[in-house]
């Protein structure tokens, strides 16, 4: 039987996080969903609970697997799912009220982008709203504004499943990490129609003790590099307008990560995060990136040190005053 949303969760050792996210969605105005949850390899009794969750309501689904990163999660989660339209939430996060009846004014549409979402630092306790430039009910024609307007994350957005099944884009498997930015990209390039819902969507939790985002690992960095490589030698066969404009944005995200493997204070892992970054320095040498007028500092201060002090510039301009 279809229904009109999946939500999908992948799940790995959340048992402390799972029932505030299965209850988001428990809370949302419409009860036509279904409940996606994939244990992928649990090893702290999430299983048991996605089992229970499952034996209490017939619309949830329970799929267990081994180990396997979150984008075969998702994989497996979307070949389960039924709905019209597909969601992906992490088991650490929530679904803001009241968004799935909110995306009913945009049936039809490919994807349904959130202008903005919640974040709340475990850190701290505190919550914060990050808004972006577009209007409720904007139907995005161009490429270029349709990635403007979506954060690289899966999460930011409602997806129509027939869409999704029909472009054939599934997340990369053997990434530990930024398995969801190639996806996103690739499917905003295929997008026919693209609507803004001014309203949060969702709630991402940060600094999260154990969470793979919050630990800057050779992995984590080595995946970010080698995903935002991809976008950028596949930009120019994508119907971008202006290529140039995405090439930027992308040149520019390698080197934000470029400039965290230079703060890789693990020996091993700083040589081989910086071998990488020595491999791919036409990137940062291109017309698109923002550090180009940098690199000749490079021969008289290092490709490390000038890598410092681009991550020293971000986070002068990024920390808020």
């Known amino acids: 039987m279809s229904v009109q949303y999946s939500v999908i969760i992948p799940v790995y050792n959340g048992k402390d996080y799972l029932a505030d996210a299965v ?13 996606v949850l994939v244990d992928d390899g649990s090893t702290d009794g999430s299983g048991e609970i996605c089992d229970k969750f499952a034996a209490e309501d017939a619309r949830v689904k329970v799929i267990h697997q081994k180990n396997a990163y979150l ?15 597909v969601l992906f939430l992490d088991a650490d996060d ?10 009913f004014l945009f049936d039809g549409a490919d994807i349904i982008c959130s202008n903005r979402f919640y ?46 099944e029909r472009s054939g884009v599934r997340f990369e498997e053997t990434r530990i990490n930024s398995e969801d930015r190639v996806w996103t990209v690739r499917l905003i390039h295929l997008s026919k129609r693209t609507a803004v819902l001014d309203r949060p969507l969702y709630r991402y939790t940060e600094h999260r003790e154990g969470s793979l985002m919050n630990r800057m690992t050779a992995a984590y960095i080595l995946d970010s590099l080698k995903a935002l490589e991809t976008l950028y030698e596949e930009a120019d066969g994508f119907d971008y307008d202006p290529v140039d404009a995405v090439k930027e944005k992308i040149a520019n995200e390698f080197l934000c990560f470029c400039a965290c493997a230079a703060l890789v204070r693990d020996r091993e892992i700083g040589s081989r995060t910086m071998a990488y970054v020595r491999e791919h320095l036409s990137i940062l040498g291109s017309r698109h990136c923002a550090a180009r007028p940098f690199l000749w500092l490079r021969r008289v201060i290092g490709l490390r040190n000038l890598l410092k002090l681009c991550n020293a510039v971000f986070l002068h301009y990024t920390t808020d005053r």
Request: glycine share 8%.
């Open 23 to 35: 209850a988001s969605v428990y809370r949302q105005h419409v009860s036509d969903f279904e409940i």
């Open 71 to 85: 984008g075969a999660a998702r994989n497996r989660g979307f070949e389960r799912a039924s709905g019209k339209y």
């Open 94 to 103: 929530i679904l803001c009220d009241g968004v799935l009846e909110a995306a």
């Open 119 to 164: 974040t709340y630092d475990c850190r701290t306790g505190k919550e914060s709203v990050r808004t972006g430039d577009f209007s409720e009910g904007m139907e995005l024609r161009t490429v270029n504004t349709r990635l403007a307007a979506f954060s690289p994350y899966t999460a930011q957005s409602v997806y129509r499943r027939e869409f999704v």
